[in-house]
């Protein structure tokens, strides 16, 4: 026959309850083992942002808040020839040292034909051809939120193919563009002219550093 221990009678002569006891323990024990983890949470949370460099966007309330496009953008308007103002330096412009186009050409399912085409420094030019597709913005239709993709066809379905373009800025009459991507990593200043007014093309380098483009970079076209 085994012998159960037990402890010392609590006060007012209460049975002693040994799963009342242990309930009691183990609330206790899981209160502190939160605690502990909230405060360790809280403690990295306050060394990250001690440690953490400020971004670009620090202390500007727009450069924090999410991109936001054009709505609606009439396609068909959009379509032709646009020349480049300006952009942040990128891969797959590297060789472009002249004149830079791009022309749009809608198609009948919808999509818009892409063609790129600028000058290199030994004469000659690069040219690419690729699709754009709008992207759906819930509640605005038309939105200017496209993505383009200059991979083979066949590759379409691969999703790191298409790169994102998002008209940032439009003027009335399709005359000046202000294209960018949500990561603020590239950007374009397009325009029908040849070569914009400066004043206009500082106006629309400043909005974009408002938004939080690092406009410090950017490479001006033909200048």
């Known amino acids: ?107 009948p399912d919808g999509t818009v034909q892409v063609v790129n085409r600028c000058a290199r420094a030994d004469g000659n030019f690069d040219q690419a051809t690729g699709i754009a597709r709008v992207v759906p913005v819930a509640g605005q239709p038309g939105a200017g939120r496209l993505e383009v993709r200059f991979a083979p066809a066949w590759l379409g379905w691969l999703p790191m193919v298409w790169g994102d373009y998002w008209i940032l800025k439009l003027d009335r009459n399709y005359e000046v563009s202000l294209v960018g991507t949500p990561n603020r990593e590239y950007l374009w200043v397009l325009s029908r002219a040849p070569r914009l007014d400066d004043a206009v093309l500082k106006a629309e380098l400043d909005y974009a550093s408002s938004l939080g483009f690092d406009t410090d970079k950017v490479v001006l076209t033909g200048r």
């Not at 221990?5 to 899981?30: E, K």
């Not at 502190?32 to 990250?48: D, E, I, K």
């Not at 952009?87 to 412009?93: G, T, V």
């Open 1 to 107: 026959m085994s012998h159960r221990q037990r402890g010392p009678a609590p006060p007012d002569g209460l049975p002693f309850d040994d799963r009342r006891t242990s309930a009691a323990i183990g609330t206790m024990a899981t209160a502190f083992v939160m605690g502990g983890a909230a405060a360790w949470l809280a403690l990295q949370a306050s060394r990250t942002a001690r440690v953490q460099p400020a971004g670009p966007a620090d202390g500007a309330p727009l450069m924090r808040a999410p991109l936001q496009v054009v709505a609606p953008v009439d396609l068909q308007r959009y379509a032709g020839i646009w020349h480049e103002q300006a952009r942040l330096p990128n891969r797959f412009q590297k060789a472009c040292a002249g004149p830079v186009t791009a022309e749009y050409t809608p198609q």
